[in-house]
Each structure stands twice: as C-alpha cells, then as structure tokens.
C-alpha cells in the first residue's frame, strides 16, 4: 500500500507479521495523515482485540473520501448497536470504489459473515477478489473464514496458508486451519495447530476447545480433560467445552458425568444440535430409554432439524428391536439429507465418469422395466447428453450454470425407492450355534446360503433400482448408507433377526453402521484397510453368473489384526501402511471367492481387502455387496 505515511507503514508491517500490539504503539506515536492511515489504524486496533478505539477512529477521523466514511459509518453501524442494513449498504458502497484499499473488502466481508450472510459474502470474494494480492492478511484471513463457512476446505487451507506465510503465528488462521484439517481429516496435523494457537494465546476458548476435540478423536480423554484445565473458570461453561468434556467422560465409561455435561451444555444453549446429539447417544449407550424419551419429547423441532441425531434415534430403535421405529427415524434422516444439500455436498466437484455412468445405467433399468417417474425420465434425458459409450472410466465432468444445476439435480435426487420386506424369516437355514462356535475359535466364518431365497431376491431387486447410490468413491465404486436411503424394513429384519440367533457373538453388540457398495465393472473394489467395529457381516447379492472367474471376486482376510495405538485414519485410510505392516509380521491371507448370496462373519479389526474382481458388464452383472457393522472394537484406546 504506497499511500500510507512512513509510520503507518511501518504498522502495517508490524501487525502483518502478527505484532499487532507493537503496531498499535507505534500508530500512537503520530496521527493519521490521511484516511489509508486511519484504516490502517482501525485494522491494527482490530487485530489487536481493541474495538473500542477502533470505532473511536471511525468516529472522529475527518474522513475525505466516500469510501473511508462509507466503510467508518458502517463499522458504527454494524459494531455498535446500529441498522445492519444500513452498515451493509455502506460497506457494499465503500467495497464497490476502485479507489478502495483491500481492507476495506475485508471488513465488507466480516460485515457479511456478522449478518449471516455468509453465501453472498462467498459469492463476492469468488467473483470480485480472484487476484488477492498476499501480502493483505486481514482479507484474506476473513475469506478463509467463510471459506471454511461453506464447507470449501481446500479452498479456506490455501488462504489461510497465505496468512502463514507472512505471520507463522497468526492465531485467527492457526485455528482456521486447525479446525480445516480436521475437517479434511488430518487430526494430527489440527492437533498441531490448534496447541499452538494455544500457547500462542493462552486461555484461547477456540483453541483449546480444538485441542479437545483433536484429543477425543485420537482417544486421549485425559488430555482432553487437561487441555479444559487450562481455560480461566468463566470459559469452562461454554456449551461446546462442555461437549467435549462429556466426550471424554464417556470414553472412559463415565456415562453419568458425561450425561451431566451434555445436559448442562443443553441447558445453556439450548439449540446446540452437537450436545443434543451427543446426549442423546449417552442416553443410548446406557439404555436409559425413559430418559432418552423424554429429550425426544423435549426437542422435537431440534431433533428433526439435525441429521446425526435422527439417525442416532434410528439406532437405538433398532437396538430395542422396534424395526418400524427405526424404519421410521432412518427415513426421516433421508429426507433430511436429501432436502438440506448433503447430498450436493457429497457428490464432489467434477463429477467422475464411473457415478455419472452408475445412474444413467440405473434410470434406463427403471425405465425397461416401467418404473422411472416423469422426474426420473428427465434426469435421464440430462445424463444421455455426456455420450458415455466410449467415455474413458477417467474422465470427468463439471458443466457450469444451469447444466451444472440440473446435472446435481440429476445425480442428487432419489426418484425411485422401492419397499423391500418378506413375510418370514429373512435368514437362510443354517446351524448358528456351530457358525458362533466357529467363529469364536477363527475369528472369519464364511456362511453359504445366508439369506432366504426371497429375502436374496428382493434385497437384490431393492438395490438395482432404488436410487439411493448417492456416495462415488476413488477407485470407482458407488455406495448407499444406512442414513441416506439404504433402510429398507428386509435390511433392518436382517440385522435383527441375525441379533437374534448369535446371541454369543452380535446379540450384545448394537449395530452401528449400515452400507452396500456397487462396483464398475472396468476397476477393482476397496483396497486394504479395517472397520471401526466389532464383528463385520459381509454378504454378496448379484447372481454368480455375473462373476467371470469363481476362484476370485470376493474377499480377502488376513489373520491379523489392526494394533490397538493405531487410529482410525491409520487403519482405514492408508493401505501402503497396512501392506508393510502385514509383510513385516508375516500375515496369511485368507482368499473367499465370490458366490451369490455367501456371507463372510468375521472380526472387524483383521485386515481385509476386496479380492481381485471379473464381472460380466451390464448394470445387473455390478457386483453388490452389503456390510452391517456391530458394536465398538475392541482393539482401539
């Protein structure tokens, strides 16, 4: 910025390198020569927490031109008991002057964010700020905020990497990429961040709020619990404090402690879906159904609104074995998921050739067989334009404006979900109490035969047509879940019914997650990993005459666990680890070749991968198969 006064300048490189009170000193040493060093001054103040003065600034600097009394009036109006419209309106004006320093954009920007206005405020720094110079921190630590309001991950990292590289210390973008690379899935790297926020600010709520949930999620409740000690008294009642902290208590079977936090986060703040969530997964895990019944009744409206407790309400009517309950809450989560844009958000950004070509396979099926609905039909007319005949497994697509709406229309909405039940059993004949007797010697049993003849028929009939396949994963494969659709009332039989008769081995263990994965026929299926349960049920529904070669198609276990220090991400997400791992200890695979209607019953924590696979192509010949998760493993801290 050239037209600032030597000392200001000198502020303002001060305060981008993160000595914000250093720049505030050296500002007093001389007034504003113009209305870039009164700007100047108000950021300073404002990264220095001093809003008071600040808004003095705005007040009492006689401001030349428009676009420094614009934005001085709108901070008055915004930040001090003023019309929001007006401060709005004054900001936009004073963001609009090309004579206007980036700063001024900036507080536009936070003007927005204050308001609630957080998709417009996206809309204005992706369309008019593209070629934000980097040295302008406070702008840019603003768009990485509301970056990272819109779930654009990626997007509020880089930004506020931009930050860092002027200012390693910056405290605002150390929490916003703590809190991103969370999101994204880097605990460890959050973890970092957010610890030195901490020590950078002591007593930081958001910092050490991150601290404990990086904890939490690493299984460290002890340090969770010191990281809260660590906050002056008056913070430890934040209403998110206290969810991590019930957090904690629970993983370490506290329940009733941890109910205590949830409830006393509840009672101060009563919309918060995090603790209403949390409370109710503790009513659940100590079967205190009364209690959890009465939060039902208690909030409703809050309930419905939030898509993790509706499913874990779904859960837990499974696990008291009231099906039609369950089916019930799992629709309502659908709905949910379907109607507030997770569906949109899932499907990612281009668009893969192997999910466009799943659902335009897909709807031509409905449409043979006289079941795609007029909506259907014209998401099928919008699929057929992107000529996949000879389209590589490769490719992407990312059309713009109104093809790129009515392609995640297309792709996003369910036209068609059958029901799927039998009248009896949906299980197989089998010998249960010698399959649990198996399995408590091997760990992996395989069961033929494992549903009805029926039941086999229907579910398999469900998962061809029902347009539920809403989740596309890297090496090509499409999946439905539990809580987006994959809930039919045969799926929620089957899993109780399988409660039922091993007693010994699932009956103590609720289950926890549901899913099916359907493969494209060109690449291969899930590489090594292992699931975060207890006993994993994987059985196989499309016909054996799909499967090319009989000796392959189906699953490989190894007949060794995870170790228990490892994490989640450590055992499902990074299979060149595992394959060292299962090399230096020696591991034996285990190969089950694929067969219509086999079940594979084994220990969650071995580590397993999808067998080499040869279907016939042809939407029906797509291998299927169905995994139900129960319990918590063992083997994790």
């Known amino acids: 910025m050239t037209d600032l006064s030597d000392v200001y300048a000198e502020a303002r490189a001060l305060r981008s390198s993160g000595s914000s009170a250093q720049a505030v000193a050296t500002l007093q040493t001389s007034p504003p020569a113009s209305d870039r060093d009164a700007l100047e001054a108000v950021v300073c103040l404002f990264s220095a927490g001093d809003m008071t003065t600040a808004l003095h600034v705005c007040r009492t600097h006689r401001w030349r031109q428009t676009w420094g009394s614009d934005i001085a009036n709108a901070l008055l109006e915004g930040c001090a008991g003023g019309k929001s419209s007006r401060a709005l309106s004054l900001a936009a004006r004073a963001a609009a002057s090309p004579k206007a320093p980036a700063d001024v954009a900036a507080f536009y920007l936070m003007l927005l964010q204050q308001n609630g206005a957080i998709e417009e405020a996206y809309h204005y720094m992706t369309t008019r700020l593209q070629k934000t110079p980097s040295g302008e921190i406070f702008l840019l ?48 790297e959050s973890l970092g961040h957010a610890l030195r926020a901490s020590v950078l600010r002591k007593g930081s709520v958001p910092a050490v709020l991150q601290v404990m949930r990086c904890r939490n999620e690493l299984g460290n409740a002890y340090g969770a619990i010191a990281a809260s000690d660590t906050l002056p008294p008056s913070a430890r009642g934040v209403p998110d404090v206290r969810v991590e902290l019930g957090r904690a208590y629970a993983s370490l079977g506290q329940h009733e402690r941890a109910i205590a936090e949830y409830r006393a986060a509840l009672d101060a703040d009563a919309s918060s879906a995090i603790a209403l969530r949390a409370l109710v997964a503790a009513y659940a895990a100590a079967g205190d159904r009364a209690a959890l019944q009465a939060a039902v009744a208690r909030y409703p409206q809050q309930i419905d609104e939030d898509f993790e407790t509706l499913y874990a309400l779904g859960l837990e009517a499974l696990a008291g074995r009231d099906i039609s309950a369950a089916g019930a809450w799992f629709e309502k989560s659908r709905v949910l998921a379907q109607t507030n844009g997770d569906l949109t958000e899932a499907l990612g950004w281009p668009v893969t050739e192997p999910r466009l070509r799943h659902d335009l396979e897909q709807l031509e099926l409905l449409e043979r067989r006289g079941k795609l609905p007029d909506r259907g039909r014209a998401a099928l007319g919008v699929l057929r334009r992107y000529r996949l005949k000879d389209a590589r497994a490769d490719a992407v697509f990312a059309p713009a404006g109104a093809e790129q709406k009515e392609l995640k229309a297309a792709l996003c909405t369910t036209f068609h979900l059958p029901q799927a039940s039998v009248a009896g059993s949906p299980l197989g004949q089998n010998d249960y109490a010698a399959i649990e007797d198996r399995y408590l010697e091997t760990r992996c049993v395989v069961i033929d035969d494992f549903l009805s003849t029926e039941a086999l028929h229907a579910l398999r009939e469900f998962c061809e047509e029902a347009t539920i396949w809403k989740f596309h994963y890297g090496r090509g494969y499409v999946g439905a879940r539990l809580a987006q659709g994959f809930s039919p009332e045969l799926l929620l039989a089957i899993s109780d019914e399988l409660k039922r008769r ?59 666990p995870v170790p228990r220090s490892w994490t989640f991400a450590d055992y499902n997400s990074d299979p060149e680890r595992l394959a060292v791992y299962l090399r230096e200890n020696g591991a034996s695979p285990r190969r089950i070749p694929y067969r219509a209607n086999r079940c594979v019953l084994f220990d969650s924590s071995l580590i397993h991968t999808t067998d080499e696979m040869r279907f016939r192509p042809g939407y029906e010949n797509r291998r299927v198969n169905v995994t139900l998760l129960y319990g918590t493993p063992r083997n994790t801290e």
Request: glycine share 6%.
């Open 141 to 188: 630590t603003v768009m990485a905020e509301i970056a990272a309001s819109m779930r654009n991950w990626r997007e509020a990292y880089r930004l506020a990497c931009g930050v860092m590289s002027c200012n390693p210390d910056d405290h605002r973008a150390l929490l916003m990429l703590g809190v991103v690379s969370y999101e994204l899935g880097n605990v460890h």
């Open 502 to 560: 091993m007693q010994r081995v699932i009956g103590t263990h609720p289950l926890t997650q549901a899913w099916a994965f359907k493969y494209d026929q060109r690449l291969q299926g899930i590489n090594l990993h292992a699931d975060f349960a207890e006993v994993n049920v994987n059985f196989w529904l499309t016909s054996d005459e799909a499967c090319q070669d009989p000796q392959t198609g189906g699953l490989v276990v190894y007949d060794l």
